[in-house]
């Protein structure tokens, strides 16, 4: 079983639509980041967090230290947002790695 | 100022053949990782310098990867010889020391062919 899982896998969303990605994991953390990878680019650190809630624009990132769980949400989603999102956890000393979410917006 | 920065942004190579990768990261960043990314996979670690020391090679294949940070700023990662199971996107990545957050460069897509 991998120390970060993330759901769904895929997902397609039109646009304007609300869209949620779920990160769990099952190791110790002292943070944990959500980053952004468009096709063929590098990879963007959208948020970090340890505890609570912050907002971006119209990104938001929730987690839940006890449940060990964290959540992604674009509002009013948009085709640009296409690309596949990675949550990740600081373990000790290294981040580890969800397998990512991809995310389709369509027009 | 400037981003991490890597290169090349593509690489094709026929198997057996050598190839080297090269990772500039942020001014001050003391801490450099090279990461290997599979399709549909996300990053894994191969490599992590703390200035010019490699303090985490555990994942790196030592029998055909090599790393090097000389001076404790750019650093090179080098297959030889290239197999095509290499096929990846290798990204670089450095933080400032004591930091979680680290910031990543393009990457650079590698085919074994």
């Known amino acids: 079983k991998n120390e970060v899982e993330q759901s769904p896998q895929n997902l397609t969303a039109q646009e304007g639509e609300f869209i949620t990605i779920n990160c769990s994991y099952s190791?110790?953390?002292?943070?944990l980041h959500w980053l952004q990878q468009h096709p063929g680019g590098g990879i963007v650190s959208l948020f970090m967090?340890?505890?609570g809630k912050k907002k971006h624009g119209r990104l938001i990132a929730t987690i839940n230290i006890q449940e060990k769980h964290s959540s992604l949400h674009i509002t009013a989603s948009h085709p640009r947002d296409s690309a596949v999102y990675i949550c990740a956890v600081d373990g000790t000393d290294k981040l580890i790695f969800g397998t990512g979410t991809r995310l389709q917006v369509f027009p | 100022e400037a981003g991490v920065v890597q290169s090349p942004r593509y690489k094709i190579i026929e198997k057996k053949q050598p190839v080297a990768f090269w990772c500039n990261p942020i001014s001050g960043h003391n801490t450099l990782y090279w990461y290997r990314q599979n399709l549909g996979q996300g990053p894994e670690l191969l490599i992590r310098?703390?200035?010019?020391?490699?303090?985490?090679d555990s994942q790196l294949p030592k029998d055909r990867f090599s790393a090097e940070r000389l001076k404790g700023v750019d650093s090179t990662l080098k297959i030889q010889p290239a197999e095509l199971g290499d096929s990846a996107v290798y990204l670089c990545?450095?933080?400032?020391?004591?930091?979680?957050?680290?910031?990543f460069g393009q990457g650079t897509r590698l085919t074994v062919v």
């Open positions: 990545a450095s933080s400032a020391s004591g930091a979680t957050e680290a910031f």
């Open positions: 190791v110790g953390i002292s943070a």
């Open positions: 967090l340890s505890s």
């Open positions: 310098y703390e200035n010019e020391e490699a303090v985490d």
